[in-house]
C-alpha cells in the first residue's frame, strides 16, 4: 500500500522516486498538479492525475 501524505509537496520532501517522476513530467503537467496540491497524497494518486492530464493535452 502507498504511504500517505499531506499533500503534494510534503510527499516530493519525504519520497525521492515521487520527485524524480514529478519532475520528469512537462511544466505544463506538474503546473496542473501544484493546482492539484491537496487532492496529491499519494505515489499512485500522482501517477493517475499525471496520466489524465497527459490524456487531457493529448485530446486537444
Known sequence: MDAMYLCLS???D???SAYEYFY???PSIQD???DKD?????FHGL???AARLR???ASK
Open 47 to 49: 501517477q493517475i492525475q
Open 55 to 57: 490524456q487531457a493535452e
Open 10 to 12: 510534503d510527499m516530493l
Open 38 to 42: 491537496d487532492g496529491v497524497i499519494s
Open 24 to 26: 520528469s513530467l512537462s
Open 32 to 34: 496542473a498538479l501544484w
Open 14 to 16: 519525504q519520497d525521492p
